[in-house]
T-cell receptor
Framework: AQSVAQPEDQVNVAEGNPLTVKCTYSVSGNPYLFWYVQYPNRGLQFLLKYITGDNLVKGSYGFEAEFNKSQTSFHLKKPSALVSDSALYFCAVRDLGDMRFGAGTRLTVKP | NAGVTQTPKFRVLKTGQSMTLLCAQDMNHEYMYWYRQDPGMGLRLIHYSVGEGTTAKGEVPDGYNVSRLKKQNFLLGLESATPSQTSVYFC????????????????FGPGTRLTVL
């Protein structure tokens, strides 16, 4: 069965520093991987996805993610964090079945 | 475009009561989904629909029913609510145009916060 794990409940970074939100996956076939962001009292918004091709995927708001097949990871990154990036981030995976979401990582960027 | 809308935004029920949550999308999307979001558990799929008149079970379907009588609407029903159904419910939709099935971006509604006492 497909699944994703987000090993950190909370990530704290200072504004201007690089950020990483971790995600590992488990699938039986080819992985289709997604990152979504949720701001307070809002629905999820799509950031980026990996289907095939380049391992480095660029998405919205300056975010990018690196697909690493050998480590079964799809970590979300941004070179310079903004206070406005503070939100709940979800990794998700799909192969042949439904989309499965991770438990979420709360990112806090402090001024 | 309004995108994906959900009504109501908030609701409090007593155990045993019933209610229907409405999801509407104006993007002509084929696929629609109902998820529930619980702390520490991410989103879990309740039911989904791949087109008008069709529905299918997701990961956690028990206690819920759905209907897709019109392409733009997807209804989620609770026949006899229990406290375990206290959650935030999200609707989502996708258009199926990717060459690789199941890889289309999901568009989410703002959510319905349901409390069952």
């Amino acid at each position: 069965a497909q699944s994703v794990a987000q090993p950190e409940d909370q990530v704290n970074v200072a504004e201007g520093n690089p950020l990483t939100v971790k995600c590992t996956y488990s699938v039986s076939g080819n992985p289709y991987l997604f990152w979504y962001v949720q701001y307070p009292n809002r629905g999820l918004q799509f950031l980026l996805k990996y289907i095939t091709g380049d391992n480095l995927v660029k998405g919205s708001y300056g975010f990018e993610a690196e697909f690493n097949k050998s480590q079964t990871s799809f970590h979300l990154k941004k070179p310079s964090a903004l206070v406005s990036d503070s939100a709940l981030y979800f990794c998700a995976v799909r192969d042949l079945g439904d989309m499965r979401f991770g438990a979420g990582t709360r990112l806090t960027v402090k001024p | 475009n309004a995108g994906v809308t959900q009504t109501p935004k908030f609701r409090v029920l007593k155990t045993g009561q019933s209610m229907t949550l409405l999801c509407a999308q104006d993007m002509n999307h084929e696929y629609m989904y109902w998820y529930r979001q619980d702390p520490g558990m991410g989103l879990r799929l309740i039911h989904y629909s791949v087109g008008e008149g069709t529905t299918a079970k997701g990961e956690v379907p028990d206690g819920y029913n759905v209907s897709r009588l019109k392409k733009q609407n997807f209804l989620l029903g609770l026949e006899s609510a229990t406290p375990s159904q206290t959650s935030v419910y999200f609707c989502a939709s996708t258009i199926t145009q990717s060459r690789v099935p199941g890889t289309d971006t999901q568009y989410f509604g703002p959510g319905t916060r349901l409390t069952v006492l």
